[in-house]
């Protein structure tokens, strides 16, 4: 109980480990939610130019549909936004802030509508940022990084395709673009 009680005080209190680990036990809270729920939770998506869908654009990313949903998202959350932490907390929170509300306001004035909901326009904002960023540096580091992530995480681009399954291709496109263009702003 003792390792249980020190890991969970690392994660939860400790930083740089906590600014992933409340997001993450937001989304398994949001998966939770979005079984139990049903339809209802549809309002905390983003609902395109819908009054209730702005205040969803802080919502949005934390709910999923189910758990199948937040276990294609929550993975590659930690693994990319841990190599974004490496870079500097201050960053990381610059980098999921922007990506998480500029995507969302694209998708509230250019989605279709539907409720958008999960954290995967963040995560390939998280890819964007780190392929550009490292694009941009220049630095053997950098590279190396980015070609490991585009080796294990490059398939996600994929997913800026329109689709006919449901899933926002709109969040996937404007994350990549938010996270791409604040590698070069910031």
Not at 146 to 159: E, I, Q, S, T
Request: charge should be neutral; hydrophobic fraction near 60%; aromatic fraction near 10%.
């Amino acid at each position: 109980m003792d390792l249980l009680t020190a890991w969970l005080e690392l994660a939860f209190l400790t930083r740089p480990w906590a600014l992933l680990a409340w997001p993450a036990a937001a989304m398994v809270l949001g998966a939770l939610l979005g079984g139990l729920g049903g339809a209802s939770v549809q309002v905390l998506g983003i609902i395109p130019r819908s009054l209730p869908g702005v205040f969803a654009l802080v919502t949005a990313p934390f709910m999923h549909v189910n758990l199948a949903h937040l276990f294609a998202n929550l993975p590659p959350f930690l693994v990319l936004g841990w190599l974004v932490l490496l870079r500097g907390e201050e960053l990381f929170v610059q980098v999921s802030v922007g990506i998480a509300l500029g995507s969302g306001l694209l998708v509230w004035l250019l989605g279709r509508k539907a409720s958008h909901m999960g954290m995967s326009g963040v995560i390939l904002g998280y890819l964007g940022f780190l392929l550009c960023a490292a694009w941009r540096s220049g630095s053997l580091a950098d590279l190396g990084i980015a070609a490991v992530v585009f080796v294990f995480y490059g398939g996600m681009l994929g997913a800026v395709a329109p689709a006919r399954d449901g899933s926002s291709w709109e969040a996937h496109l404007f994350g990549l673009l938010v996270g791409a263009s604040l590698a070069w702003v910031l």
